[in-house]
């Protein structure tokens, strides 16, 4: 009878899975994934997968760790997925609610811990969509007051974006070319390892069509002198 309860009880235990993302590489994961694992501990959940994306928008629909999620997902390798926050599966309201319906259509819950909304009712699934679109809306409202502010600066004559860098091409150039290396180059005027490169390369084109005007010049005078 008690090996009979426990496998009953191990049977109704739902099979969690763990989805977190930031948008940055230097963003710790770390922090939501302990959360998460923390949450599902108090609720009783079993954790059998975590899935990840990092350095990854929420713009971008396709991505590795939302897409195993969803593999594994259809195969039924869990019953509920538990998040930071809606917005680790989606910035856009559209794209939201196609992977909360997809999990809905599979049968397997889905748990946001910062808004402490389920999908396992129908209070939960309205708050949900009602909470996304809030969220979606002030997302745009953020990039709407950017723009303003960028077409304000623009008017009042400011410069946008970062000042352009000023570097003497021909001391890197003569550099470079004396033998000194790509590196202590490039940390000696404080430019990109790429824009040494760029900037030799240039200097030897420039070089070589002085080259090819002189030689076509001089053949100019010949063919005249014999005329």
Do not use: W
């Not at 426990?6 to 959360?35: C, N, P, W």
């Not at 007051?145 to 974006?161: C, D």
Request: contains cysteine; positive net charge.
């Amino acid at each position: 009878s008690h090996s009979l309860e426990k496998r009953e009880g191990a049977s109704r235990m739902k099979r969690a899975a763990l989805y977190a993302r930031v948008s940055t590489s230097d963003q710790h994961i770390d922090t939501q994934l302990f959360d998460l694992r923390k949450f599902a501990e108090q609720r009783g959940y079993s954790i059998v997968a975590e899935y990840t994306d990092v350095g990854v928008s929420g713009s971008k629909a396709r991505r590795p760790g939302l897409d195993a999620m969803l593999n594994d997902a259809r195969r039924r390798k869990f019953n509920i997925v538990l998040v930071a926050a809606f917005d680790r599966i989606a910035r856009s309201t559209r794209h939201f609610l196609q992977v909360v319906d997809e999990l809905e259509h599979l049968e397997i819950e889905f748990v946001s811990r910062r808004e402490n909304i389920d999908t396992s009712g129908a209070m939960g699934r309205m708050f949900l969509t009602i909470s996304s679109c809030i969220a979606e809306l002030e997302a745009d409202l953020i990039k709407e007051r950017i723009r303003a502010g960028m077409r304000r600066r623009k008017l009042e004559g400011f410069r946008l974006g970062r000042a352009p860098l000023i570097v003497d091409h021909s001391a890197i150039v003569r550099d470079r070319l004396a033998g000194l290396s790509l590196t202590n180059c490039s940390k000696k005027y404080g430019v990109s390892r790429a824009s040494v490169v760029r900037f030799a390369r240039e200097a030897q084109r420039r070089e070589l069509a002085d080259v090819v005007d002189v030689a076509a010049f001089e053949q100019s005078i010949t063919t005249e002198c014999i005329a």
